[in-house]
């Protein structure tokens, strides 16, 4: 099947437009069959790929990529579309480090227009791209189109507050021709809720009795439902749908995971994201290992028991964020609001207003959607809520878009916010039972995406609610190294290397990272170096002990060693650390280099050796 595509990027929608109807059945079966074999092979999203198969081969016989524009929201579902565009080749290499992304990439074809991995933001591209080429002269109010813009969105995506505000301005110059195409396949991991899925619901079962649709009220035209698998059917409603010339909504109703059935009969997310598979047993190859989500989820049930007031918020990522099990205990006291980060921090907001104590768990890159709310509607008030920021710092094969790497550096700068990092599971139980007893500000509790299979790290003395972790017996204090949450098993790994070499280390884990406590800063005062290592850009932790220092007149060095201003693309997590010194020997080298910066100045005498 691979072979029968292969060509040149340019040439390769157009032959799909040129392929026969009796064909296309087959094409759709081989690329389906190509798409198991080498996503279990490599792991990545399938599910959602599995369900736009026939949608994607029928938008590339409608509009011509890349001269007409095709949008993916979210992305995750674009795999077909690099197959039909040259890239089915590259497929082996998927999500590694090099490789094929998992998501649009700009970088790899003319026909990714966006990188976009985040929900519901395709409408507003397209309504931008749409004005753009209309005062550049390539579309007309009047007469025939030359360009087109395809946004593709599932009822998901639509869950999402960008979306209609995406939508509201389409409506304002309805004229414009964007092709709207509604992916309905009912689901995001799980089924999709709200208001919207419910209308959705109603246009598939009984469209002609429906009236007229949402999409209709709002001044844009409306074509479907159409059968999602049906390329006949799509072929004729996205020809209908270009020659209205004006924004219309085309309602295609799909099955995510079709046809695999270990997908069909995963009701839990349809086999949405996987890692490496046996294809003929649905199976992951290995057992997998504990992760820090799953621990939390444990730990948040277990608590739940003990604080009625406790509820727990998810956008649209139940199962992903690790609230199954407390859904299942407090089914009344989970509140999923669809794929609306805003609105999950906002209503938690509301919530805490009237006495409870919501703990909203969200990836640490989609926090970045609702830091408004964070500050202003939450922050402001000091209000009593959580914020669960699973897969923070390096998250290994979603690349640029997925990396936790900007939640220290935001939210340091939230008055009030505490922010706890925990470095291994049993940290993480005591740091959940402190957050949810705070009253009076709002806290964050940071971890990764990786295996919570590590030793647990004992404390060899505790100050101020901070841990000891290391302390050289006998040798001047040299050195001072902050590791934030998971940051120390390298930290202690860097001082037996260094006190190796005989220089002597310390290492402290803040456990409650932010606000920086004075007693960091007294520490900070008695050794002649420190190094603050954390798994975030800069403008975290290490800028907020540096600025603490400097507001209490302490003059020892601040050197911070964390992940670079920049977008970093995918790879393994332990490659991706190791490449920016995130590892014991990677620190230890940076505090030699450091100190070799320091050997032409005076070491200033330290205070003495116990504190």
Excluded at 6 to 35: C, K, Q, T, Y
Excluded at 250 to 276: L, P
Aim: net charge negative; with cysteine.
């Amino acid at each position: 099947m691979s072979g029968q595509v292969a060509g040149d990027e340019a040439g390769l929608p157009m032959r799909v437009r040129d392929l026969p109807p009796a064909e296309l059945a087959a094409l759709a079966a081989g690329i389906r069959a190509f798409l198991v074999e080498k996503v279990c092979a490599t792991g990545g999203h399938l599910g959602a790929n599995l369900g736009v198969v026939e949608l994607t081969i029928a938008v590339h016989r409608a509009f011509d990529s890349p001269s007409d524009v095709i949008l993916f929201d979210t992305g995750h579902q674009s795999y077909v579309h690099k197959f039909l565009t040259g890239r089915a080749g590259q497929f082996g290499t998927l999500r590694q480090p090099g490789g094929l992304s998992g998501y649009p990439s700009r970088a790899e074809s003319p026909h990714d227009w966006v990188e976009n991995s985040h929900a519901s933001t395709s409408l507003a591209y397209a309504d931008g791209m749409a004005r753009a080429f209309s005062l550049s002269g390539t579309l007309t109010a009047r007469g025939p189109a030359r360009r087109h813009v395809a946004a593709i969105i599932g009822d998901g995506a639509l869950t999402g507050g960008l979306a209609w505000e995406g939508l509201n301005n389409l409506a304002a110059s309805p004229e414009r021709p964007v092709i709207v195409i509604l992916n309905d396949n009912g689901r995001s991991y799980q089924p999709t809720i709200g208001g919207v899925a419910r209308h959705l619901a109603r246009l598939r079962c009984d469209p002609p009795q429906a009236g007229p649709t949402l999409f209709e009220q709002l001044g844009l035209a409306y074509i479907g439902p159409v059968d999602g698998h049906d390329i006949a059917a799509l072929d004729d409603a996205l020809a209908r749908a270009k020659s209205l010339n004006r924004t219309v909504v085309v309602h295609a109703v799909t099955e995510k995971g079709r046809g695999w059935h270990h997908a069909e009969a995963d009701d839990a997310d349809r086999m949405h994201s996987v890692g490496i598979l046996d294809a003929a047993a649905g199976r992951p190859t290995q057992p997998g290992k504990e992760s820090w989500t799953a621990v939390f989820g444990e730990y948040l049930a277990d608590i739940g028991a003990r604080h009625p007031e406790v509820v727990a918020v998810t956008a649209a990522m139940l199962h992903p964020v690790g609230l199954t099990r407390f859904a299942e205990r407090f089914p009344g006291r989970v509140f999923d609001v669809g794929i609306a980060e805003q609105e999950a921090v906002c209503s938690a907001a509301g919530m805490a207003m009237a006495g409870l104590h919501p703990v909203v768990a969200v990836y640490a890159t989609f926090l970045n959607r609702a830091f408004d709310q964070v500050l202003m509607d939450v922050a402001l008030h000091q209000l009593p809520v959580t914020f669960v920021l699973d897969r923070a710092g390096i998250t290994g094969p979603d690349g640029a878009s997925h990396h936790g790497a900007w939640d220290l550096a935001l939210l340091s700068v939230v008055p009030g916010m505490r922010v706890a990092a925990p470095r291994d599971p049993a940290r993480l139980r005591e740091l959940l039972e402190e957050a949810v007893v705070v009253a009076d500000a709002p806290t964050a509790i940071r971890f990764p995406k990786s295996p919570a299979d590590g030793p647990d790290i004992p404390a060899i003395a505790r100050m101020d609610g901070m841990d000891i972790l290391h302390r050289g017996a006998g040798r001047p204090l040299d050195v001072l190294i902050v590791a934030a949450g998971v940051m120390a098993v390298p930290a202690v790994q860097a001082a037996r290397l260094l006190e190796a070499a005989g220089t002597g280390v310390t290492v402290i884990d803040p456990r409650w990272l932010l606000p920086v406590h004075p007693t960091l800063v007294h520490l900070v005062a008695r050794h002649r170096l420190a190094v603050v290592i954390e798994d975030g850009c800069p403008g975290g932790l290490g800028d907020a002990v540096t600025r603490a220092c400097a507001e209490a007149g302490v003059s020892t060095p601040v050197r911070g060693l964390a992940l670079p201003t920049a977008f970093i693309q995918h790879g393994p997590r332990d490659q991706l650390l190791a490449d920016y010194q995130l590892t014991g020997p990677g620190c230890a080298q940076a505090v030699l280099d450091a100190l070799g910066d320091l050997a032409a100045q005076p070491a200033a005498s330290p205070a003495g050796s116990q504190w």
